[in-house]
T-cell receptor, first 112, second 112 residues
Framework: QKEVEQDPGPLSVPEGAIVSLNCTYS??????FMWYRQYSRKGPELLMY????GNKEDGRFTAQVDKSSKYISLFIRDSQPSDSATYLC????????????FGKGTRLSVIA | DAEITQSPRHKITETGRQVTLACHQT?????MFWYRQDLGHGLRLIHY???????NKGEVSDGYSVSRSNTEDLPLTLESAASSQTSVYFC???????????FGPGTRLTVL
């Protein structure tokens, strides 16, 4: 079993839809969780950063962590064509001085 | 503005040649990382460094080497390029005590 599992998609939704992206993980030591967005032919950029369990909201984006289920989610409300990208989850057990473990990414297309 | 740059952005080389990819960051970050990204594999860690003179092997380090002589730069060397090393290479950096990694724009390498 991979440490981090992420459905590669592709996921195609109409503009305005609510999008749910998910990752599961096996290492119960993970405490720091991130979501990166990667546009085609660009480097990943950090979208959301959360510590431990709970929710974090930033505009149309909400990151949710359920450590008891080893499951993290990213919700995108009122999705826009500009949200079309690959979304990668990443996590670590310790802040700093520990390599991140990445999911393989989910490719999202938002159709106008 | 502080940034992270990679050069060259595109390179075509022949099997057996030595190739060096440059990564330069102006954030004064202690941590630097090299990844390769391939379809179906996501981001895979090649080498990383937590400071000057420190280097560590990642998941896919065979055939690659790095050296860290200053804070700003972490060049990646392919000792004898192989066709299996055709990929997109990303450099990233982060502060010493934090996980959030900032990625460069990537280098697309083709080995013929």
């Amino acid at each position: 079993q991979k440490e981090v599992e992420q459905d590669p998609g592709p996921l195609s939704v109409p503009e305005g839809a609510i999008v749910s992206l998910n990752c599961t993980y096996s290492n119960s030591a993970f405490q720091y969780f991130m979501w990166y967005r990667q546009y085609s032919r660009k480097g990943p950029e950090l979208l959301m950063y959360t510590y431990s369990s709970g929710n974090k909201e930033d505009g149309r984006f909400t990151a949710q962590v359920d450590k008891s289920s080893k499951y993290i989610s990213l919700f995108i409300r009122d999705s826009q064509p500009s949200d079309s990208a690959t979304y990668l989850c990443a996590m670590s057990a310790k802040a700093g001085n520990t390599p991140l473990v990445f999911g393989k990414g989910t490719r999202l297309s938002v159709i106008a | 503005d502080a940034e992270i740059t990679q050069s060259p952005r595109h390179k075509i080389t022949e099997t057996g040649r030595q190739v060096t990819l440059a990564c330069h960051q102006t954030w004064n970050h202690n941590n630097m990382f090299w990844y390769r990204q391939d379809l179906g594999h996501g981001l895979r860690l090649i080498h990383y460094s937590y400071g000057v003179q420190d280097t560590n092997k990642g998941e896919v380090s065979d055939g690659y080497s790095v050296s860290r002589s200053n804070t700003e730069d972490l060049p990646l060397t392919l000792e004898s390029a192989a066709s299996s090393q055709t990929s997109v290479y990303f450099c990233a950096s982060s502060e010493g005590s934090r996980d959030e990694q900032f990625f460069g724009p990537g280098t697309r390498l083709t080995v013929l």
